[in-house]
């Protein structure tokens, strides 16, 4: 029974066609991120995006009335579904269905020009459960975005030096950078490579013109995003916002090596040991583009001081490539035990998956829907007690102001952890300097009427003390609970 389950998911690799291949992976990526589709939130940066989506949906540009800590073209995505399908959590959860079968897609095909189809097409596979399981990848992340367009623009660095080949592939990379500004590393180091590697293949004119090809591209989209507040007459709020506003927020993050060397030590000893048994060649164009890319990701990532797990869906792509390479190369002909294994890794990986169809199975027949979490179940119950219009502040599960109609009470509330991000401030004209202005501001000035806290949890990030003693006492004093639902405590101005 195993061995013929085994015959009928080894995919004949030499008559898989690219259509099927796509066709594959989204099935796959559907299959695992399918559950998840009915949660109210999965990532606190997923709702902010939507939030600042629905506002440029209703006529305000990213940044103006709304504002969070990432390119514009991360907004533009999510309002374009938006205009689209309306507010749709499902349609929302599709675009990350497609993000993550596009970039396995690239990976297939750029593993497929190193290595041949077998090697590309479990490199997509094992894209497609990481870049979908573990943590908060299930939700739509700026990282999947980002990916959609920077694997085509290698894949496309990777072909004959072709005039449009290369401006392509520049307008991916500006693509991706307007999505995730980290990606510059990346894409700084890959156009250099580049440049050289033209000049010595093809003399110095051929490496002017492709090098200023691709920077056209590349241009060609960060000008794109910029007109638009240019018109308005806000391009410093552009400037500040894309560009100043990432590189304060990196500088007063803490860096400590140690954070970064287990990595380090993995990836140098994975990249070490391939070359040295000739697993991984120089020689190939392909393999030297993915390693420098990665080095650049890695560099940013430091450049941060953390990495978050969803930070590695921008590494996952490229290491898994290579990594694939390395086994087509060092096992060439898996025995029957490596593909039994294989198989049950296949139907394992995806527990949190199983576990979430079983939770909205039974949510839907405890309920009566199948859309889950605090940040539905909230504006549900204020709308029951008639209290939705009321103003509301959303200390967790802000995905209620897309719920209920409303804006959260200043731009700095947006995220609720840039309430306290102050070096953040002055790049979208806060006219307050220190986190406890804002949040007295908030309190005392703007007087919400409802606030929404998790129940038993520090308001903000533990190591916040001020601002968190501060906020607990102002909430003691004049606020009382009205209700509780699931894991949040709903507050009412006394």
């Given at each position: 029974?195993?061995?013929?389950?085994?015959?009928?998911?080894?995919?004949?690799?030499?008559?898989?066609?690219?259509?099927?291949?796509?066709?594959?992976?989204?099935?796959?990526?559907?299959?695992?991120?399918?559950?998840?589709?009915?949660?109210?939130?999965?990532?606190?940066?997923?709702?902010?995006?939507?939030?600042?989506?629905?506002?440029?949906?209703?006529?305000?540009?990213?940044?103006?009335?709304?504002?969070?800590?990432?390119?514009?073209?991360?907004?533009?995505?999510?309002?374009?579904?938006?205009?689209?399908?309306?507010?749709?959590?499902?349609?929302?959860?599709?675009?990350?269905?497609?993000?993550?079968?596009?970039?396995?897609?690239?990976?297939?095909?750029?593993?497929?020009?190193?290595?041949?189809?077998?090697?590309?097409?479990?490199?997509?596979?094992?894209?497609?459960?990481?870049?979908?399981?573990?943590?908060?990848?299930?939700?739509?992340?700026?990282?999947?975005?980002?990916?959609?367009?920077?694997?085509?623009?290698?894949?496309?660095?990777?072909?004959?030096?072709?005039?449009?080949?290369?401006?392509?592939?520049?307008?991916?990379?500006?693509?991706?950078?307007?999505?995730?500004?980290?990606?510059?590393?990346?894409?700084?180091?890959?156009?250099?490579?580049f440049t050289y590697d033209s000049w010595r293949s093809a003399g110095w004119k051929?490496?002017?013109?492709?090098?200023?090809?691709?920077?056209?591209?590349?241009?060609?989209?960060i000008s794109a995003t910029y007109l638009p507040y240019w018109q308005d007459g806000?391009?410093?709020?552009?400037?500040?916002?894309?560009?100043?506003?990432?590189?304060?927020?990196?500088?007063?993050?803490?860096?400590?090596?140690?954070?970064?060397?287990?990595?380090?030590?993995?990836?140098?000893?994975?990249?070490?040991?391939?070359?040295?048994?000739?697993?991984?060649?120089?020689?190939?164009?392909?393999?030297?583009?993915?390693?420098?890319?990665?080095?650049?990701?890695?560099?940013?990532?430091?450049?941060?001081?953390?990495?978050?797990?969803?930070?590695?869906?921008?590494?996952?792509?490229?290491?898994?490539?290579?990594?694939?390479?390395?086994?087509?190369?060092?096992?060439?002909?898996?025995?029957?035990?490596?593909?039994?294994?294989?198989?049950?890794?296949?139907?394992?990986?995806?527990?949190?998956?199983?576990?979430?169809?079983?939770?909205?199975?039974?949510?839907?027949?405890?309920?009566?829907?199948?859309?889950?979490?605090?940040?539905?179940?909230?504006?549900?119950?204020?709308?029951?007690?008639?209290?939705?219009?009321?103003?509301?502040?959303?200390?967790?599960?802000?995905?209620?102001?897309?719920?209920?109609?409303?804006?959260?009470?200043?731009?700095?509330?947006?995220?609720?952890?840039?309430?306290?991000?102050?070096?953040?401030?002055?790049?979208?004209?806060?006219?307050?300097?220190?986190?406890?202005?804002?949040?007295?501001?908030?309190?005392?000035?703007?007087?919400?009427?409802?606030?929404?806290?998790?129940?038993?949890?520090?308001?903000?990030?533990?190591?916040?003390?001020?601002?968190?003693?501060?906020?607990?006492?102002?909430?003691?004093?004049?606020?009382?609970?009205?209700?509780?639902?699931?894991?949040?405590?709903?507050?009412?101005?006394?």
């Amino acid at each position: 029974m195993l061995k013929k389950a085994l015959e009928r998911l080894q995919p004949d690799y030499q008559r898989l066609s690219k259509g099927s291949v796509f066709i594959i992976f989204s099935l796959m990526s559907f299959f695992i991120r399918l559950p998840f589709f009915f949660r109210d939130y999965i990532d606190r940066d997923e709702s902010t995006f939507i939030l600042v989506a629905q506002s440029w949906v209703e006529g305000h540009l990213p940044y103006t009335e709304l504002w969070d800590l990432k390119p514009p073209l991360v907004y533009f995505f999510f309002a374009s579904v938006i205009w689209v399908f309306g507010k749709s959590f499902i349609a929302i959860r599709l675009l990350g269905v497609l993000a993550v079968a596009g970039t396995a897609f690239f990976s297939y095909h750029i593993g497929r020009q190193i290595s041949g189809t077998k090697t590309g097409f479990w490199a997509g596979v094992g894209t497609i459960y990481l870049l979908s399981l573990f943590g908060s990848l299930q939700g739509v992340m700026s990282e999947h975005l980002s990916m959609l367009f920077f694997m085509p623009g290698i894949f496309l660095l990777m072909q004959r030096n072709r005039p449009w080949t290369v401006l392509l592939s520049g307008i991916c990379f500006g693509i991706a950078l307007m999505t995730k500004l980290n990606l510059a590393y990346a894409v700084i180091l890959l156009g250099l490579f580049f440049t050289y590697d033209s000049w010595r293949s093809a003399g110095w004119k051929r490496a002017i013109g492709s090098g200023m090809l691709l920077g056209a591209g590349i241009i060609i989209i960060i000008s794109a995003t910029y007109l638009p507040y240019w018109q308005d007459g806000q391009g410093a709020l552009w400037w500040d916002s894309v560009f100043k506003a990432p590189l304060a927020y990196s500088e007063n993050k803490k860096r400590s090596l140690l954070t970064f060397l287990p990595i380090l030590v993995v990836l140098g000893t994975f990249l070490y040991t391939s070359f040295k048994n000739g697993w991984l060649k120089a020689k190939e164009q392909g393999t030297l583009l993915l390693v420098i890319a990665l080095i650049g990701i890695l560099f940013s990532f430091m450049k941060v001081g953390r990495i978050n797990g969803h930070y590695l869906i921008q590494f996952h792509p490229l290491f898994l490539i290579l990594l694939s390479v390395v086994i087509s190369r060092a096992v060439p002909s898996p025995g029957n035990w490596s593909r039994k294994l294989m198989l049950l890794l296949l139907l394992l990986l995806p527990v949190e998956s199983y576990l979430e169809y079983t939770a909205i199975i039974k949510h839907k027949v405890e309920k009566g829907s199948y859309f889950n979490g605090e940040g539905i179940s909230v504006p549900n119950w204020l709308e029951q007690k008639g209290l939705v219009d009321r103003s509301t502040l959303f200390l967790e599960y802000h995905i209620g102001y897309w719920q209920a109609g409303q804006l959260p009470p200043t731009k700095s509330a947006t995220h609720p952890s840039n309430l306290c991000r102050a070096e953040l401030f002055p790049y979208y004209n806060n006219p307050r300097d220190t986190a406890m202005e804002e949040l007295r501001f908030v309190m005392d000035s703007l007087r919400p009427q409802i606030v929404v806290v998790r129940r038993g949890k520090p308001i903000f990030d533990k190591e916040l003390l001020e601002e968190n003693e501060y906020m607990q006492n102002f909430l003691d004093v004049n606020y009382r609970v009205i209700g509780s639902v699931e894991g949040a405590d709903i507050l009412q101005r006394r």
